[in-house]
């Protein structure tokens, strides 16, 4: 199944968690703090894979998490960074967070894009020995990596884009001019998935096709399959319109050319004004009034104007060739502009939240995993380590939304397992 839009959830590692130990060893008296530092969380990563051409491996899998750091260890040995995570994506890939739909990234090149940073590992014990606190007995805990949730939006990289009503013998045009194997029948919507086809036009010089299916009428508002796939035409380059020229559907080949240049008009009038080629195709059905009716038609519109008969090869090598000389003339593949991620795109993975809520005196303190890893981390039998605490509590607002619930002094405070005396 072709699947070009998927939704997942990028979180990078939290940082490992910095270590309280004390030296010790014979003959060394006092010895003093020796707690290493807690590793850095592993980012995440996006990088383009050329063998991947759909965004089909994210249908099932909705959360990429980074590896943690570790914790760190006596004798001030910093705990072990946690792996980055590189998740490949078919080249052409567009990023975009989920809640405001802005681009964060353009997966078109070859260096991986840092989508979510890890979290920095907290320091151990020895950081924070002063001459009047030789013996700290707390350390700090790591900070949560990011985490984004982002669309991920496949919009092909494709030098020519073929246009055209269904059975019009697009598939034909480039199976026969490119190693791409389509499915090639006579009846409509043959081709229900873009097909990527590489053109050769000698050592060192080709350029890439793409036959984008289902264009009628009504595409632009969902009608038929164009609406899913017009998405993929807006980096192409030029557009080559196949026509049939015969009219064999019982259709106008003039009045499908205005329809569909109408359809791409209506999505974008920037991809309405790329360089086309018309493609006379199926010329040894059509009759000599049919062709030069045609004919007569696209030079009004002042468009080359080219006439083949794709199945046995006749005219494509011409119109191949004049392909490539238009293509010499333009600028590069169409990049998307991204923009820098935001405080509001990243949240934690753990967000520093929490609750606090008064139930027969007691005032509790819920939600906040952030502050069980700093409760952890302290020795409450020490003093400095209250204190160290304590900091914690007033930046991070906690004892501003407690004095909110009313607490009064003596009143017990409860976070977790540690309960306490609330003193002004």
């Known amino acids: 199944?072709?699947?070009?839009?998927?939704?997942?959830?990028?979180?990078?590692?939290?940082?490992?968690?910095?270590?309280?130990?004390?030296?010790r060893e014979k003959y060394v008296a006092a010895g003093g703090p020796s707690g290493g530092d807690g590793g850095h969380g592993g980012c995440v990563y996006l990088l383009a894979c050329d063998t991947l051409s759909t965004l089909s491996d994210f249908r099932y899998k909705r959360k990429y998490v980074a590896q943690r750091g570790a914790d760190g260890e006596a004798s001030k040995r910093s705990g072990k960074q946690g792996a980055d995570l590189t998740i490949r994506v078919p080249r052409g890939t567009l990023v975009k967070c989920a809640e405001t739909g802005r681009l964060i990234a353009d997966i078109s090149c070859d260096e991986p894009v840092l989508l979510a940073k890890g979290g920095r590992g907290g320091w151990g014990n020895h950081h924070f020995a002063t001459p009047t606190?030789?013996?700290?007995?707390?350390?700090?805990?790591?900070?949560?990596?990011?985490?984004?949730?982002?669309?991920?939006?496949?919009?092909?990289?494709?030098?020519?884009?073929?246009?055209?009503?269904?059975?019009?013998?697009?598939?034909?045009?480039?199976?026969?001019?490119s190693q791409a194997k389509p499915i090639v029948a006579d009846y409509h919507f043959t081709t229900i998935t873009p097909v990527l086809g590489v053109v050769s036009m000698g050592l060192g010089h080709s350029f890439v096709m793409a036959d984008i299916p289902g264009l009628?009428?009504?595409?632009?508002?969902?009608?038929?399959?164009?609406?899913?796939?017009?998405?993929?035409?807006?980096?192409?380059?030029?557009?080559?319109?196949?026509?049939?020229?015969?009219?064999?559907e019982g259709r106008d080949p003039l009045e499908d050319f205005a329809l569909i240049n109408a359809e791409l008009q209506?999505?974008?009038?920037?991809?309405?004004?790329?360089?086309?080629?018309?493609?006379?195709?199926?010329?040894?059905?059509?009759?000599?009034?049919?062709?030069?009716?045609?004919?007569?038609f696209v030079a009004q519109q002042g468009l080359p104007y080219y006439e083949i008969c794709a199945p046995i090869h006749e005219g494509t090598q011409e119109l191949i060739n004049a392909v490539a000389a238009k293509l010499a003339e333009l600028p590069p593949i169409k990049r998307f502009e991204s923009e820098q991620l935001t405080p509001d795109m990243l949240?934690?993975?753990?967000?520093?939240?929490?609750?606090?809520?008064?139930?027969?005196?007691v005032f509790f303190v819920e939600d906040a995993p952030w502050l069980l890893r700093i409760l952890r981390a302290c020795?409450?039998?020490?003093?400095s380590s209250l204190q160290h605490f304590q900091r914690v509590l007033h930046s991070s607002g906690i004892i501003a939304a407690l004095e909110e619930q009313g607490v009064q002094e003596g009143d017990t405070v409860a976070i977790y397992d540690f309960e306490f005396d609330y003193v002004t």
């Open 266 to 296: 209506r999505y974008s009038p920037e991809l309405a004004s790329r360089p086309q080629i018309v493609a006379a195709n199926k010329i040894d059905l059509a009759t000599p009034e049919q062709l030069a009716r045609l004919r007569e």
């Open 379 to 383: 020795n409450m039998d020490d003093y």
């Open 216 to 248: 009628i009428e009504g595409a632009a508002e969902g009608i038929g399959l164009g609406h899913a796939f017009l998405r993929h035409v807006e980096r192409c380059r030029m557009l080559v319109h196949v026509l049939d020229a015969a009219g064999s």
């Open 133 to 177: 606190r030789q013996a700290p007995r707390f350390a700090k805990a790591g900070t949560p990596g990011e985490s984004v949730e982002v669309t991920l939006e496949l919009k092909l990289l494709a030098d020519v884009g073929l246009l055209g009503f269904p059975n019009v013998g697009k598939s034909s045009l480039i199976s026969v001019v």
């Open 347 to 361: 949240v934690p993975k753990d967000q520093p939240k929490f609750t606090v809520r008064a139930e027969d005196g």
């Open 1 to 23: 199944m072709f699947v070009d839009i998927a939704k997942v959830t990028l979180a990078a590692g939290a940082g490992g968690d910095g270590c309280v130990a004390f030296h």
